[in-house]
């Protein structure tokens, strides 16, 4: 196995962090520069993508055990889950299927071609389970991991102006709003101007994750 | 050594649920399923909280760099987005607004009745 994949990801994924870490700004969003550099360097290099994933992939590989391990702060979220079950509950249903009716409906209504409709619809949700879900129903698993990660950019960059300007200012609703439409980019933003929008934010993040991937593939052969 | 009982715990609920999704042919991905799995052995106490907690919170904390490998894949779809450039972007902004607007005033509904 050639180790050039791993070392590239992990010297280029470091330098945007300590970048960001310096100007935090959703420009400065490590993921998205990181992808682009290192696309921007296989293509000046002719470097395949087969071999840059030959190492490349262990990092992938560990999304599996990562998603598992979001089980760790939705139990710790236990008591506020119970407090607002209502609110989580509905927000959830509401918000989760609107995400994919939209994005499905929008793309389809401007001409997107199937592969791109069924990319689009498992947006809104957490990288790693957007991914699993794009590999199940035939979408292209790496144009999902862009434009989710560009979907948690709008999140983080407007997502508590957004919610300023249509006077939503329930601690709740905001976090919820958050979660379910920009998922851990959004709730990493909304968490800095108050942590209970943010806990919740978190919560409705891994709980669409669920709830998108036991309804997606479902309603997606309806849509078809 | 504390951490492997962790570690094989996080991967042992992977595989149970990889396996699961497979014999029963799920739409879930397998990961899913093992989330699921592991939340309802914390909530039986079936499992420890600090048995998993230290190296949860580690995957969990260094999950952003594992997206890049699958992002970088975009490098083959390049000539698919210049040609769906406008589908896949209005879709994605309008989406995004759509789904915060309407689960917000939801949830903001919600609350007002609860007052």
Do not use: C
Not at chain 1, 36 to 57: E, Q
Not at chain 1, 140 to 166: Q, R, S
Request: aromatic share 8%; proline share 4%.
């Amino acid at each position: 196995m050639n180790p050039l994949g791993i070392t590239l990801t992990l010297v280029v994924f470091y330098l945007f962090s300590e970048l960001h870490s310096r100007r935090r700004a959703f420009y400065t969003n490590p993921v998205l520069l990181s992808i682009i550099t290192i696309a921007v360097i296989l293509r000046g290099f002719g470097i395949p993508y087969g071999s840059y994933m030959g190492s490349a992939v262990i990092l992938k590989f560990l999304l599996g055990p990562a998603v598992v391990s979001l089980a760790v702060p939705v139990y710790k979220g236990r008591a506020t889950i119970k407090a607002y079950a209502r609110e989580i509950g509905l927000g959830i249903a509401t918000g989760g299927t609107v995400a994919i009716l939209s994005a499905f409906y929008i793309a389809r209504l401007l001409g997107g071609s199937e592969e791109v409709l069924l990319s689009i619809a498992p947006k809104s949700v957490t990288t790693a389970i957007a991914i699993g879900i794009s590999e199940k129903i035939g979408g292209i698993p790496a144009l999902t991991a862009v434009l989710v990660i560009l979907t948690g950019l709008l999140g983080n960059a407007f997502a508590p102006e957004l919610l300023g300007l249509i006077r939503v200012r329930d601690r709740i609703a905001r976090g919820l709003a958050t979660g379910v439409s920009s998922h851990g980019l959004g709730t990493a933003r909304i968490i800095l101007e108050d942590e209970l929008a943010g806990a919740v934010s978190g919560l409705a993040m891994a709980l669409n994750g669920v709830f998108t991937s036991l309804l997606l593939p479902h309603l997606i052969e309806l849509l078809k | 050594m504390k951490a492997y009982r962790g570690l094989a715990i996080i991967f042992g609920f992977y595989a149970l649920g990889e396996l699961v999704t497979y014999i029963l042919n799920l739409t879930v991905p397998g990961s899913v399923m093992g989330m699921l799995f592991l939340l309802g052995s914390l909530l039986a106490g079936l499992i420890k909280l600090e048995w998993v907690e230290g190296e949860a919170e580690l995957f969990v904390r260094n999950m952003s760099v594992m997206f890049v490998p699958p992002g970088v894949g975009i490098v083959a779809y390049l000539g698919l987005i210049r040609s769906q450039a406008v589908p896949i972007f209005v879709a994605l902004v309008l989406s995004f607004l759509i789904t915060l607007v309407v689960t917000a005033k939801t949830v903001e509904f919600l609350r007002r009745g609860e007052k």
